[in-house]
Each structure stands twice: as C-alpha cells, then as structure tokens.
C-alpha cells in the first residue's frame, strides 16, 4: 500500500484545478496587460478569478492581489505593514515563535533595519492567548502577525479574539493563513484580519501561486519592481493558468468544507487514538483546536528521520515536521516552541490526511507506524538507556 501523508508539505492538485488551467496554457494565452482581444480575454479570466476568490473569503476582489506563493505573500504583508509604521514612527512588531520561516525571516530582516519584534510563547497545547497579545501592545506597535493554523503541529490560534484586540488599538492584523485556506471557514471581515495571505499548492491548487489580501486603503508596499500589474502592487506577467488553478481549486475546496473537514477529523482522531497506545509517545498540540487532517506526534528514543526513512520504504510518505529536512540538525523551532525538549523534538512525526485519504489507508499507517517506532527502539541505545534505568523519560 502507498499512502501519501504530506498533505501540509502540499496536495495533489485536483482534478477540477487542473481542468481550469488547461485552456490557459493552450489556446487562452494573451498577456492581460495587451490591449487586444486576446489580451482581453486574458484580462477577463483574471479578474474573474479574482472575483471567486475573493467570495471564498468574504472580501471584495480589489483586496486581492495575486502573488507567486504563500512565502512572497507573507513577505509583502509584513514588509507592506512595516513601511506603513515606519511612516509614523510605529517600529514594534508582535508576532509568534513557531511562525513559518517566510514569516520569521522576515521579521529578522526587518530587526536588522530597526524593527524591533517581540516573539510571543506559544503553550504547550501550541496556542498563543490572545490576552498575552494584547499585553504585549505598546504605544509604538505597528503590526501583530499570528498563523491561523501551524504547518507543523496543526494547532489553531484564537484569530477572531486577536483580531477585534488589534482593531481596538488600531494595529494592523497578518495572518499566515496558508494552512487554513481551503480547510476552515474563513472570514477575513469577522475577523479583523487586515493582511492575510494563502498557497494554492497548500488547497489542491498549483504550485507557484498564492494571494494576498490586504483590506481596501491598507497601501500596499511592491516587492517586486517593474511594470504595473496588479494596480502597481506587483509587477510580473501574471500567471493566467495558474491563477485559473487555483481559483478552481479553492472553490472547490470551500464548497466542501464541511463535509471533508468531518470526514477527515474523524480519521485523524482514530490515527491518533491509534497510535497513542505506542508507549512513551506524546500528541504534539491540543487535541481538538487542530487542523481536520493534521496528526503530529512525538515518540521518545528514536530519530525521526530514521522513522522517515522506514516509512518510506512501507510505502508510508510522512514528514518529521522539523527542520532537519533542510540538511540542518537543529530540531524544529515549533516543537522547541511548545516545550519539547530536544531530545524528544528529534523524535518527530507529522501525519497531513485529506479527503482522498481512506479508512484502510488509517488502519495502514497505525499499524506500520507502530511497528517502524518499535524497530527502531530495538535498535537504539537511547532507548536500552531508558529502558534500563540509565536515562530518565521525558515523555
Ligand atoms: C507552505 C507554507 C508557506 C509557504 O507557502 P509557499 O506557497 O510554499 O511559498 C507559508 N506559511 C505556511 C504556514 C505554510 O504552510
């Protein structure tokens, strides 16, 4: 049996995706910036798709601006809020420890050039409060940015309480909502978010193509220079079939929010109810407050790439959830984030399940999980060291 369990890292693109671009590397391939008919056409499919997309999050389409990815959506968005602060002397930004790198990253770009950010705990259930956000607030902020939902670990943070807290102070409000999109009901009005951004290839859309959007008034700040596509806010030819993509896949995505979330979160339970009677293991964030598909876990005396490595030979395609996958040993800032020590945080395993995920592909993965961390154990001295007393458990 293969299973693919990666679906955080990214999806399949969906069939309804697929069939949306194909015109548009075909026959549909007029500039949208030609004056022409088949530039029109072009033009036309664009802001068509901007159209749907903006209904799937309850804004209007001239919020929406189309960009090559989550990461250079998250980079606009913060780096757009700071260029506004700045203008009023507002240079603190509040945001997370266990953001994605597109967002940390750039945080400590902007540091280097006089930001000063503070990074807020995350608990051990991986949720920020939104009364620690609010604490946090000083006469200076400009900027609070906090995933709707973490890539790693699943957990998702109290975005609406966070949002009507920086609209009462007069902060902007980022969110990282490339897990969300496409997963949970969003709402960007209800909740106040003023800067959000989404990945198609996180939603069973492409690769390659994301979108920000940032509500009306809220001046945007070009990262990339050149020509005035979309209204001066980021030039580039715009991607037409991929746009296309990803405008399908999202629809498609919400319309079937409800049913696929249900499906899935009843599997993910019984993958982790399963899979915690593996002795000395532990759930990586709150049970319930978590993303439909997402299982993270933790497993004591073993390595997670070694875990990796024997799935992968099962058949089982998983993900560590930690950094070691780009060739550093340093275990993951989100696992360390919510107090795993790093012993245990090397010992990592992330399950992302979607909706083509079937029940015995769940029995699968309980099964050859369980007998793979068993193997291991067998093998590792960390583990004898545990067993005999040597070395106490942390988990
Ligand atoms: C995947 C991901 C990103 C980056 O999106 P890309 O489209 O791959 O650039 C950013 N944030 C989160 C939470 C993600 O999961």
Redesign the pocket.
């Given at each position: 049996m293969q299973v693919y369990a990666d679906n955080?890292?990214?999806t399949k693109m969906s069939r309804a995706a697929i069939e949306a671009m194909l015109p548009y590397l075909d026959e549909i391939y007029g500039n949208p910036s030609s004056l022409h008919t088949p530039g029109q056409r072009a033009k036309n499919a664009l802001e068509e798709a901007r159209e749907r997309i903006a209904s799937c999050l309850g804004c209007e389409p001239r919020e929406i601006t189309f960009t090559?990815?989550?990461?250079?959506?998250?980079n606009q968005a913060l780096i757009s809020a700071a260029h506004l602060g700045a203008r009023h002397s507002k240079k603190h930004i509040i945001s997370t420890a266990f953001?994605?790198?597109?967002?940390l990253h750039t945080l400590k770009k902007l540091e280097k050039v006089g930001f000063e950010v503070t990074y807020l705990d995350v608990h051990s259930d991986g949720i920020v409060r939104a009364a620690e956000v609010e604490a946090a607030l000083r006469p200076d902020t400009c900027l609070v940015s906090v995933?709707?939902?973490?890539?790693e670990i699943g957990t998702i943070q109290p975005i609406e309480a966070i949002g009507q807290i920086c609209r009462q102070h007069g902060v902007l409000f980022h969110s990282?909502?490339?897990?969300a999109a496409g997963h949970l009901v969003l709402d960007v009005k209800a909740d106040n978010i003023d800067l959000l951004?989404l990945?198609?290839?996180?939603f069973h859309g492409p690769?390659?193509?994301?979108a920000l959007y940032a509500k009306r008034g809220l001046a945007l700040s070009s990262i990339i220079e050149g020509g005035a596509q979309e209204r001066g806010k980021r030039a580039g030819t715009e991607n037409i079939p991929a746009i296309m993509g990803m405008a399908a896949a999202l629809e498609e995505a919400c319309a079937n929010i409800q049913t696929h979330s249900s499906q899935t979160a009843a599997q993910r339970d019984k993958l982790i109810a399963g899979l915690q009677k593996i002795p000395h293991c532990a759930l990586n964030g709150d049970p319930h407050k978590r993303l439909p598909g997402n299982v993270s876990f933790c497993f004591e005396g073993i390595e997670g790439e070694s875990l990796l490595l024997l799935l992968d030979d099962q058949g089982v395609y998983a993900s560590s959830g930690s950094a070691c996958t780009s060739g550093s040993l340093d275990p993951s800032h989100v696992l360390l984030a919510i107090g795993r020590p790093h012993e245990v945080a090397h010992g990592s395993l992330r399950l992302t399940i979607d909706a083509a995920t079937t029940d015995a592909e769940v029995d699968y993965m309980i099964k050859t999980v369980t007998e793979v961390v068993e193997r291991l154990r067998s093998m590792s001295p960390v583990w004898r060291d545990l067993q005999n007393g040597k070395r106490q458990y942390v988990l």
């Open positions: 955080a890292a990214t090559a990815g989550g990461s250079e959506a998250d953001e994605h790198h597109a967002v995933m709707y939902a973490n890539n990282d909502a490339v897990q951004a990945s198609a290839h996180k690769k390659g193509v994301g």
